[in-house]
């Protein structure tokens, strides 16, 4: 794929995220929890997926997203520890959400933290794709 191309991906990728982030942010606000996290996780697992397209990684399951972003990203130092751990947070409680019925029901402010982690997460990698002139 050529950087052109790799572009055009990237922007569409963080454009999804940015739509998520705001819906998260509005159904925190509507009280639609569950649904809100979901939505954060995706901000994260499309920017996640951008970045890596730029370096050339390419993963089609979630968790390979998230063990890539540790590879490929935290491990050589492109970005910093805790956002590796804002994506495996994210995807924790968005797998809890939606498939466990037991689950505990979440707080808002539980809900309102992955969402600031998730806007967190975008900027810190469009941070990284501007260096990088990705974007």
Same mark, same amino acid.
């Given at each position: 794929?050529? &950087?052109?191309?790799?572009?055009?991906?990237?922007?569409?990728?963080?454009?999804?995220?940015?739509? &998520? +982030?705001?819906?998260?942010?509005?159904?925190?606000?509507?009280? #639609? +929890?569950?649904?809100?996290?979901?939505?954060? #996780?995706?901000?994260?697992?499309?920017?996640?997926?951008?970045?890596?397209?730029? +370096?050339?990684?390419?993963?089609?399951?979630?968790?390979?997203?998230?063990?890539?972003?540790?590879?490929?990203?935290?491990?050589?130092?492109?970005?910093?520890?805790?956002?590796?751990?804002? #994506?495996?947070?994210?995807?924790?409680?968005?797998?809890?959400? &939606? #498939? &466990?019925?037991?689950?505990?029901? +979440?707080?808002?402010?539980?809900?309102?933290?992955?969402?600031?982690?998730?806007?967190?997460?975008?900027?810190?990698?469009?941070?990284?794709?501007?260096?990088?002139?990705?974007?």
């Amino acid at each position: 794929m050529d &950087d052109a191309t790799k572009r055009a991906y990237i922007r569409t990728r963080l454009s999804k995220a940015r739509e &998520d +982030l705001a819906a998260a942010r509005s159904l925190v606000t509507l009280g #639609y +929890l569950r649904v809100a996290v979901n939505r954060a #996780y995706y901000t994260i697992f499309h920017t996640a997926s951008a970045a890596l397209l730029w +370096l050339g990684v390419e993963r089609s399951r979630h968790l390979g997203v998230q063990s890539a972003v540790g590879e490929f990203l935290v491990k050589p130092g492109i970005i910093e520890p805790e956002f590796g751990k804002l #994506y495996a947070k994210a995807r924790e409680a968005r797998e809890e959400q &939606d #498939y &466990d019925l037991a689950a505990e029901p +979440l707080t808002v402010q539980d809900a309102a933290q992955i969402v600031n982690d998730a806007e967190r997460f975008v900027n810190r990698l469009e941070q990284y794709l501007r260096h990088v002139g990705a974007i």
